[in-house]
Protein backbone atom coordinates (compact mmCIF):
# COMPACT_ATOMS: atom_id res chain seq x y z
CA UNK A 1 0.00 0.00 0.00
CA UNK A 2 1.05 3.54 -0.43
CA UNK A 3 2.65 5.38 2.66
CA UNK A 4 0.92 8.29 4.34
CA UNK A 5 2.96 10.77 2.34
CA UNK A 6 2.07 9.32 -0.71
CA UNK A 7 0.19 11.50 -3.39
CA UNK A 8 -3.50 9.52 -2.52
CA UNK A 9 -5.43 12.52 -1.93
CA UNK A 10 -3.47 15.14 -3.94
CA UNK A 11 -6.29 16.80 -6.41
CA UNK A 12 -4.38 17.26 -9.96
CA UNK A 13 -4.32 20.78 -11.69
CA UNK A 14 -5.45 22.01 -14.82
CA UNK A 15 -3.31 24.17 -17.82
CA UNK A 16 -4.70 27.16 -19.94
CA UNK A 17 -3.29 27.33 -22.87
CA UNK A 18 -2.30 30.85 -23.22
CA UNK A 19 -0.61 30.87 -26.53
CA UNK A 20 -1.30 28.20 -29.72
CA UNK A 21 1.59 28.22 -32.30
CA UNK A 22 1.94 26.04 -35.48
CA UNK A 23 5.42 24.50 -35.84
CA UNK A 24 5.01 22.19 -38.52
CA UNK A 25 2.62 20.69 -41.56
CA UNK A 26 3.68 17.17 -42.04
CA UNK A 27 1.18 16.29 -44.06
CA UNK A 28 -0.36 13.47 -41.45
CA UNK A 29 -0.30 15.67 -38.74
CA UNK A 30 0.66 19.11 -37.59
CA UNK A 31 3.21 19.90 -34.58
CA UNK A 32 1.80 22.93 -32.05
CA UNK A 33 3.40 24.94 -29.93
CA UNK A 34 1.59 25.53 -26.17
CA UNK A 35 2.10 27.98 -23.94
CA UNK A 36 0.30 26.60 -21.01
CA UNK A 37 0.13 28.16 -17.59
CA UNK A 38 -1.48 27.18 -14.27
CA UNK A 39 -1.89 28.88 -10.99
CA UNK A 40 -1.77 27.25 -7.53
CA UNK A 41 -2.23 29.98 -4.05
CA UNK A 42 -2.09 32.91 -6.28
CA UNK A 43 1.41 31.37 -7.82
CA UNK A 44 1.34 31.33 -11.34
CA UNK A 45 3.77 28.57 -13.99
CA UNK A 46 4.01 28.48 -17.74
CA UNK A 47 5.64 26.67 -19.96
CA UNK A 48 5.87 24.97 -23.42
CA UNK A 49 4.28 22.12 -24.80
CA UNK A 50 4.67 20.35 -28.20
CA UNK A 51 1.81 18.23 -28.99
CA UNK A 52 1.26 16.59 -32.98
CA UNK A 53 -2.21 16.78 -33.92
CA UNK A 54 -3.28 13.84 -36.13
CA UNK A 55 -6.39 13.10 -38.41
CA UNK A 56 -8.68 11.20 -36.35
CA UNK A 57 -8.09 7.42 -36.78
CA UNK A 58 -10.18 4.41 -37.76
CA UNK A 59 -10.08 0.62 -37.48
CA UNK A 60 -11.79 -2.81 -38.22
CA UNK A 61 -11.91 -5.91 -36.90
CA UNK A 62 -13.13 -7.74 -39.73
CA UNK A 63 -13.99 -11.56 -39.64
CA UNK A 64 -15.45 -13.65 -42.32
CA UNK A 65 -18.04 -16.53 -42.03
CA UNK A 66 -16.03 -18.96 -40.96
CA UNK A 67 -13.93 -16.87 -38.30
CA UNK A 68 -11.24 -15.44 -39.59
CA UNK A 69 -9.67 -12.31 -39.25
CA UNK A 70 -8.81 -9.94 -42.55
CA UNK A 71 -5.80 -8.75 -41.11
CA UNK A 72 -2.79 -6.61 -42.88
CA UNK A 73 1.17 -6.37 -43.51
CA UNK A 74 2.93 -3.41 -44.06
CA UNK A 75 5.97 -1.77 -43.73
CA UNK A 76 6.10 1.50 -40.91
CA UNK A 77 8.70 3.79 -41.01
CA UNK A 78 8.62 4.33 -37.17
CA UNK A 79 10.05 1.01 -36.51
CA UNK A 80 11.09 0.34 -39.90
CA UNK A 81 9.76 -3.00 -39.50
CA UNK A 82 6.83 -4.83 -41.59
CA UNK A 83 3.88 -5.13 -39.20
CA UNK A 84 0.29 -7.01 -38.74
CA UNK A 85 -2.15 -5.14 -38.00
CA UNK A 86 -5.92 -4.75 -39.02
CA UNK A 87 -7.64 -2.18 -41.75
CA UNK A 88 -7.88 1.54 -40.81
CA UNK A 89 -6.63 4.65 -41.51
CA UNK A 90 -7.35 8.54 -41.13
CA UNK A 91 -10.63 9.65 -40.96
CA UNK A 92 -11.04 12.24 -44.36
CA UNK A 93 -13.26 14.93 -44.14
CA UNK A 94 -15.51 13.81 -46.53
CA UNK A 95 -16.37 10.83 -45.10
CA UNK A 96 -18.64 12.28 -42.54
CA UNK A 97 -18.04 10.09 -39.40
CA UNK A 98 -15.79 7.29 -38.47
CA UNK A 99 -18.11 4.43 -39.29
CA UNK A 100 -17.88 5.48 -43.18
CA UNK A 101 -14.59 5.94 -43.20
CA UNK A 102 -14.09 2.32 -41.60
CA UNK A 103 -16.20 0.78 -44.21
CA UNK A 104 -13.49 2.66 -46.78
CA UNK A 105 -10.76 1.84 -45.49
CA UNK A 106 -11.64 -1.79 -45.31
CA UNK A 107 -12.57 -1.57 -48.65
CA UNK A 108 -9.37 0.48 -50.12
CA UNK A 109 -7.21 -1.82 -48.67
CA UNK A 110 -8.45 -5.75 -48.64
CA UNK A 111 -11.32 -5.09 -51.44
CA UNK A 112 -13.68 -6.58 -48.45
CA UNK A 113 -17.18 -5.75 -47.45
CA UNK A 114 -19.28 -6.92 -44.94
CA UNK A 115 -22.26 -6.46 -42.53
CA UNK A 116 -23.17 -3.09 -40.51
CA UNK A 117 -19.91 -2.03 -38.54
CA UNK A 118 -20.84 -2.69 -35.40
CA UNK A 119 -18.75 0.36 -32.66
CA UNK A 120 -16.53 -1.65 -30.16
CA UNK A 121 -14.93 1.41 -28.91
CA UNK A 122 -13.12 4.56 -29.02
CA UNK A 123 -9.53 5.38 -27.56
CA UNK A 124 -6.73 8.61 -27.18
CA UNK A 125 -3.83 6.53 -29.19
CA UNK A 126 -1.36 8.75 -27.11
CA UNK A 127 -2.86 11.52 -25.24
CA UNK A 128 0.41 12.88 -23.62
CA UNK A 129 1.28 14.37 -26.97
CA UNK A 130 -1.32 13.74 -29.40
CA UNK A 131 -4.91 15.24 -29.55
CA UNK A 132 -7.04 12.58 -31.97
CA UNK A 133 -9.15 9.72 -31.15
CA UNK A 134 -9.30 6.09 -32.57
CA UNK A 135 -12.76 4.44 -33.46
CA UNK A 136 -12.72 0.60 -33.67
CA UNK A 137 -15.29 -1.32 -35.23
CA UNK A 138 -16.34 -4.68 -36.00
CA UNK A 139 -17.57 -6.17 -39.81
CA UNK A 140 -18.75 -9.48 -39.59
CA UNK A 141 -19.86 -11.99 -42.34
CA UNK A 142 -16.70 -10.31 -44.25
CA UNK A 143 -16.29 -11.24 -47.97
CA UNK A 144 -13.59 -9.96 -50.66
CA UNK A 145 -15.30 -8.07 -53.68
CA UNK A 146 -12.38 -6.78 -55.54
CA UNK A 147 -8.59 -6.73 -55.44
CA UNK A 148 -7.41 -3.37 -53.62
CA UNK A 149 -5.41 -1.29 -55.82
CA UNK A 150 -2.66 1.17 -53.94
CA UNK A 151 -0.69 4.33 -55.13
CA UNK A 152 2.12 5.59 -54.43
CA UNK A 153 4.50 4.51 -51.56
CA UNK A 154 1.33 2.28 -50.30
CA UNK A 155 1.84 -1.36 -50.13
CA UNK A 156 -0.33 -3.90 -48.79
CA UNK A 157 -0.68 -7.69 -47.68
CA UNK A 158 -3.79 -9.85 -46.77
CA UNK A 159 -3.65 -12.25 -43.83
CA UNK A 160 -6.46 -14.28 -42.78
CA UNK A 161 -5.99 -15.99 -39.23
CA UNK A 162 -8.09 -18.10 -37.26
CA UNK A 163 -9.85 -15.53 -34.51
CA UNK A 164 -8.87 -18.11 -32.23
CA UNK A 165 -4.96 -17.00 -33.19
CA UNK A 166 -5.20 -13.84 -32.51
CA UNK A 167 -3.97 -14.38 -28.20
CA UNK A 168 -1.12 -16.41 -29.73
CA UNK A 169 -0.10 -13.84 -31.82
CA UNK A 170 0.41 -10.81 -29.63
CA UNK A 171 2.00 -13.07 -26.72
CA UNK A 172 4.63 -14.07 -29.27
CA UNK A 173 4.72 -10.30 -30.35
CA UNK A 174 3.89 -10.99 -33.96
CA UNK A 175 1.02 -8.19 -33.42
CA UNK A 176 2.61 -5.62 -31.85
CA UNK A 177 0.57 -2.46 -32.59
CA UNK A 178 -0.82 -1.08 -29.62
CA UNK A 179 -4.41 0.34 -31.64
CA UNK A 180 -4.75 -3.65 -32.75
CA UNK A 181 -4.20 -5.03 -29.43
CA UNK A 182 -6.65 -2.91 -28.03
CA UNK A 183 -9.53 -3.28 -30.66
CA UNK A 184 -8.86 -6.75 -29.39
CA UNK A 185 -9.41 -6.13 -26.04
CA UNK A 186 -12.70 -4.47 -27.16
CA UNK A 187 -13.92 -6.96 -29.31
CA UNK A 188 -13.46 -9.37 -25.83
CA UNK A 189 -15.58 -7.11 -23.71
CA UNK A 190 -18.24 -6.86 -26.40
CA UNK A 191 -18.12 -10.69 -26.67
CA UNK A 192 -18.96 -10.72 -22.76
CA UNK A 193 -21.23 -8.52 -22.56
CA UNK A 194 -23.32 -9.78 -25.63
CA UNK A 195 -22.60 -13.75 -24.52
CA UNK A 196 -26.15 -14.57 -24.36
CA UNK A 197 -25.74 -14.78 -28.10
CA UNK A 198 -23.81 -17.70 -29.40
CA UNK A 199 -22.80 -16.42 -32.59
CA UNK A 200 -21.23 -13.71 -30.80
CA UNK A 201 -19.83 -15.22 -28.16
CA UNK A 202 -17.91 -17.61 -30.32
CA UNK A 203 -15.99 -14.68 -31.63
CA UNK A 204 -14.64 -13.94 -28.31
CA UNK A 205 -10.58 -14.59 -29.19
CA UNK A 206 -9.32 -14.73 -25.52
CA UNK A 207 -12.32 -17.44 -23.96
Known sequence: ?????????????????????????????????????????????????????????????????DHQVVLIEQYRHGIEQVTLEIPGGMIDEEDGGSMVAGRRELLEETGCVGEELIFLGRNHPNPAIQSNICDTYLSLNVKQICVPRFEGTEEVAIRLVPIKDIPRLIKNGTITHALVIVAFHYLQQFCRENGANPEIDSLNPFS
Open 1 to 65: MPSSSSQLNVTVRHWTTINRELVADCRVFTVHKLISQRTTEGISETHDFYVFKPTDWVNVIAVTP
